[in-house]
Each structure stands twice: as structure tokens, then as C-alpha cells.
């Protein structure tokens, strides 16, 4: 089994959907530090696409910026995704660690953050009627990270194919109870929030009186 170095093995991982991820497991590689550049790299990139891309292909109307939706829609979803398809898996006897998990999803995701960056550049070159180049990239970029995470699950965890899938579905599923579950959170420490500070503002205010 190639002895590789960790920039070899993204690279091997995301080159060889089928065999890579197979390759990593049983190399026990991969790295945190590299998993976490990633997101942070998907979370640039989702910035980059928003406010730098041109107007041809993403006009935008001038508003404030604020960087929670990017960070919701790249660490708060991918952390999601980690902890359902832990909790799915370990009910479905799957052997994935939530390192492992969290390793082989990041390195699934670098197809589509670079075909983002890539369309990015192209849409300060192309011009409106060449549109099919720049969806041709983000088709590519979708399709390609939708294989390399059908194939880290499926390694990850020692699936089937037909396993992995379903595995994948109630992963879908968990996700979006885990985000209902902490919108409920925030939106229950919120209202605490504000009723401990109008209770602290009336004592402030009687106390002066």
C-alpha cells in the first residue's frame, strides 16, 4: 500500500472517488487540520461567489454584509452533516468514527469549492452568451463531490451500495432535525435572554427613581 504525504492523500482521495477513500481508511490517514481548511476554504468560497463574482452571473442588489448565512451554510450544515451520519450510522452498525467521518466529508468537498473559485474567475471573463461554461463547472464541481461523498460514506462505514444510500437519506433527515432542533435553542435562549434584560432595565430603573 503508497506510503503518501497528507497533500497527497486529498489529492488521491479526490482523483480516485472509488479506491481513495478505501485507500485512506485503510492507510488510517487523513487530518483534522487539513479537514478544517477545507470548511474554511468552503466557507471563502461561498463568500467569494456572493460578493466577488461578476454581475453577468450573479447580480446582487447592495445590502448589508453579514457573515452568519455563510457561516450557517458552511460550518453550522457541515457539522450537521457530521453529527447525523454519526448518530444514523452508529444505529445502522456503521464503523465510522466522527473523526473519520468529519475527514472523509471535508475532502469530498473540494471539488465544489474549487469549481466555485473557478466560476468566480470565469465570470469576470465570459460574457452572458457563454453562461453554458459556467454552469458546465458547477455542474462538474456538484456531481464530482456527490460521488466522492457517496464513496467516503461507503468506506467510512463498510457499506453497500444500496446501505450507503440509504444511510445518506437518514443522515438528510437528521440534519434537518438537529437545525430545527437549534433553531429552537437559540430561539429559547433568546427569549430568556431578552426577559432577564427588560427584568435588570425596570430594577435599574425603579433603583434610580
Not at 74 to 84: D, E, H, M, N
Not at 108 to 114: E, G, R, S
Not at 129 to 155: D, Q, R
Request: some cysteine; glycine content about 4%; overall charge positive.
Amino acid at each position: 500500500m503508497m506510503d503518501l504525504t497528507q497533500p497527497q492523500w486529498v489529492r488521491h482521495t479526490v482523483l480516485h472517488p472509488f479506491e481513495g477513500f478505501e485507500d485512506l481508511r485503510w492507510k488510517k490517514a487523513g487530518s483534522l487540520k487539513y479537514a478544517a481548511v477545507i470548511v474554511a476554504a468552503l466557507f471563502v468560497a461561498l463568500i467569494a461567489y456572493d460578493r466577488w463574482c461578476g454581475f453577468q452571473f450573479r447580480p446582487l442588489p447592495d445590502q448589508l454584509f453579514s457573515i452568519l448565512p455563510y457561516l450557517t451554510r458552511s460550518v453550522v450544515y457541515f457539522a450537521a452533516w457530521v453529527l447525523g451520519n454519526w448518530a444514523v450510522c452508529t444505529l445502522l452498525d456503521g464503523e465510522g468514527t466522527m473523526k473519520n467521518i468529519c475527514i472523509y466529508s471535508a475532502y469530498a468537498l473540494i471539488p465544489y469549492i474549487v469549481s466555485v473559485f473557478v466560476n468566480v474567475l470565469l465570470s469576470h471573463i465570459l460574457v452572458r452568451a457563454e453562461m453554458v461554461f459556467f454552469t458546465t463547472v458547477s455542474y462538474v464541481g456538484l456531481i464530482w463531490t456527490g460521488l466522492l461523498l457517496f464513496n467516503a460514506v461507503k468506506a467510512v462505514h463498510q457499506y453497500s451500495i444500496a446501505k450507503t444510500a440509504a444511510a445518506i437519506a437518514l443522515t438528510v433527515f437528521a440534519m434537518l432535525v438537529i437545525l430545527f432542533l437549534g433553531v429552537l435553542v437559540l430561539s429559547l435562549f433568546q427569549k430568556v435572554y431578552v426577559f432577564f434584560y427588560s427584568l435588570y432595565t425596570e430594577i435599574l430603573y425603579r433603583v434610580r427613581v
